[in-house]
């Protein structure tokens, strides 16, 4: 399914939630819960522990995870802080001001998901948390629901030759493939780079260095093989289906990508 909207295309991967394409982005499940029902005990429970726990937990409080009642009724929820943001209360804010969005958002949904810059989250009524190694090195299971945004323009990033955007792809795939190496092999499992290219002119008088910038994530827990599958499922759809463009991003519960020109983070 591909939304057009102003500046930016959408498309959602593997998922037949409704969604919209500004943020924060969202995307809200079929299955509703009624404003008595004991989901919504626990949904309120889940929003008043998660957070705080968080805040003082693992990973410097980028990264909550938790349930809340049981079965048929059960809450799973996971939330996310992009890997710069290490302040704690800042990660506890954006997942509260997340899960508040998701409530109006998504009003009565089991299950919702939301995408700030800063951070994600999602609840539901399937179990979100404790996927077995099969489930999660299956493709669909990685890229299920996941949103893939798109600059718009309708300019190429290199305009005027033809082999430009060639050019471009393949360096596009050398700083893609840098950025996941080091997002395995740091602890946190986020990474952001900065790299140059030329334009691709044979004059150094109208050769135009350019800087692009990168990051990438995964959730902290997610083992090695399961992330990197994860990240090249997305860098190889944005490269082979829009190429040329000005930036882009792949937000996923478990890995999220994203490029452009103009640095959104500190590099």
């Not at 009565?108 to 951070?119: F, L």
């Amino acid at each position: 399914m591909i939304i057009p909207i102003v500046l930016q295309l959408l498309i959602i991967l593997g998922n037949g939630m409704a969604m919209v394409a500004a943020q924060p982005w969202h995307t809200c499940g079929a299955s509703n819960y009624t404003a008595d029902s004991m989901y919504r005990l626990n949904l309120d429970g889940m929003s008043a522990s998660l957070f705080p726990e968080g805040a003082g937990g693992s990973g410097g409080g980028i990264f909550v995870r938790g349930s809340s009642g049981a079965d048929p009724d059960k809450v799973y929820a996971v939330a996310l802080c992009r890997g710069d943001v290490d302040d704690a209360p800042a990660c506890s804010s954006c997942f509260d001001a997340a899960f508040r969005r998701a409530m109006q958002l998504c009003p009565r949904s089991k299950d919702a998901t939301i995408y700030y810059d800063e951070c994600l989250l999602r609840f539901s009524d399937t179990d979100i948390l404790n996927m077995d190694s099969v489930r999660r090195l299956n493709t669909s299971e990685i890229v299920h629901g996941a949103l893939v945004l798109m600059n718009l323009t309708s300019e190429p990033m290199l305009p005027g030759r033809s082999t430009a955007t060639a050019n471009f792809t393949g360096f596009l795939k050398t700083m893609l493939t840098d950025v996941v190496g080091q997002v395995l092999s740091t602890r946190r499992h986020y990474a952001a780079i900065r790299m140059e290219m030329d334009d691709g002119s044979s004059s150094s008088t109208t050769a135009v260095p350019r800087e692009f910038y990168c990051l990438a994530q995964c959730a902290p827990d997610l083992i090695e093989d399961i992330c990197y599958s994860c990240l090249t499922n997305f860098s190889d759809r944005p490269v082979a289906s829009f190429p040329g463009r000005q930036g882009w991003r792949v937000l996923g519960l478990w890995c999220n990508l994203r490029y452009s020109l103009p640095p959104s983070v500190s590099y």
